[in-house]
């Protein structure tokens, strides 16, 4: 029998398991890893549409993460992330195949995990040391866009706690010292990844 075509994938094998070919990257990891950063190089590349998780949580919610935060606490942000993710996952088959920028803390909740992997979504963890996680993080603009950015100390302390989460993704790149556009190439090689689908893979002849 034929794989199923509506799948992103379903197999740990990247190309086995599911006919279809990829349709939707979630790129994990850390504040400062690059998940957006990378992730528009990497839509680019492909030229599939970028999303950004966090993005859609402020765009639904209409108030910004600090806000949400601010306002409703970590419980509640984490509830709107939640909603925000479920509505992107049960967009699928989406018109166009996506990359997606979760947010630092999304993967780690197991509901969202678990929810990426009964779609059989690809996911890459992007991987940096600490060190320069931090220093990546001291040099922006906005830091309160960033409200569990706090204290080095809890920085690393979190990081530490949620390493193990991340572990589970399907790939985990190294990304210190390596420019944006050969992460992206390196996702694209090691997920083999193919540029414009064909019409017939985006499930729109239905
Ligand atoms: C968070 C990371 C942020 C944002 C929110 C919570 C986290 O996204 O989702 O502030 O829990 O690590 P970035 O990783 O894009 O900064």
Redo the contacts with the bound molecule.
Sequence with gaps: MAGRPDCWRDSEVPGEGCDAPARAVFLL?????G??TVGHALSRQLEWRFE???ER?QAREGRS??EI?RDSG?VG?RQA?HRALRELVEERPPSSPVVV??????F?QAENAALLKAAGALTVFLDAPVDELWRR?QNEDEPD?????RDERQFRQ?YEA?RSRYMNALLRLDTAGKDVESIAAEIIASLRLQFKLPQKDLGEEK
């Design positions: 990891g850390f504040m400062g890893s998940k957006s950004d998780l966090d949580i993460i600090a935060f970590e942000f992330e920028a979760l947010g630092g803390g999304a780690v993080c866009e960033r409200p569990l950015r979190l949620r």
